[in-house]
Every structure is written in structure tokens, then in C-alpha cells.
């Protein structure tokens, strides 16, 4: 049973920082490019950030890129999302997802998602 689990959203503040992570289980995750997508309510889920198999390739938006920074540890079977800067306009629920082979873009490109973490940036 493929699992993964996000953690560490929460509120904070504009400027402030946030360091979210994926747990993921059930897969060998070495094999599988990791993403990171977001949506707020009314809105469609979107593109935060991409990593290849072995952490080598990277993927941002522009509206995300200089304040984001996507990282995996094949180790711990774990990818991260490293948030800085974060303005209002970030608030939405974060999910991680995994796909194999290769980095993709877009939500329907992936085949596994966790539940997702809140992330809320107050003004």
C-alpha cells in the first residue's frame, strides 16, 4: 500500500517560513520523481515544485521560484519543501505526490497523493 504523508504546515505570518515534508512508504521512492502542488479553495490545484529521482532536477513556478527550494533524501524515503518569504497569497493546502519515471508538471501527470497539509499565511 503506497502512503504519503505530508506534515509540518501550519499558520505563520507573511515573511515568515514553513518547512514542509513527505513521508512516503510503499514504493520504492529512489524510482519516483516527487512533486509538490497546492490549492486554495475556488481554485485549481497547481504546480509548486518538482524533483527528480536522484534530487539532480529541479522544477518552480515563477511565482514560487527564490522562495522555494524542493530537496529529497532517498535515505529516509522523504522529500521536503522548504518555503520562505511566505506572503498571503500562499495559503492553500499543500499536497505532495510521486510518479515515475521522470519530472512532470502538471497534478494529472502524477499517480500517488497524500492527503495534504494547511498552510495559512496571515497578513
Known amino acids: 500500500q503506497v502512503q504519503l504523508i505530508e506534515s509540518g504546515g501550519g499558520l505563520v505570518q507573511a515573511g515568515g517560513s514553513l518547512r514542509l515534508s513527505c513521508a512516503v512508504s510503499g514504493l520504492t521512492f529512489s524510482r519516483y520523481a516527487m512533486g509538490w502542488f497546492r490549492q486554495a479553495p475556488g481554485k485549481e490545484r497547481e504546480f509548486v515544485a518538482a524533483i527528480g529521482q536522484s534530487g539532480g532536477i529541479a522544477n518552480y513556478p515563477d511565482s514560487v521560484k527564490d522562495r522555494c527550494t524542493i530537496s529529497r533524501d532517498n535515505a529516509k524515503n522523504t522529500v521536503y519543501l522548504q518555503m520562505n518569504s511566505l506572503k498571503p497569497e500562499d495559503t492553500a493546502v499543500y499536497y505532495c505526490?510521486?510518479?515515475?519515471?521522470?519530472?512532470?508538471?502538471?497534478?494529472?501527470?502524477?499517480?500517488?497523493w497524500g492527503q495534504g497539509t494547511q498552510v495559512t499565511v496571515s497578513s
Open positions: 505526490a510521486a510518479r515515475y519515471p521522470g519530472v512532470k508538471l502538471t497534478p494529472r501527470d502524477y499517480d500517488y
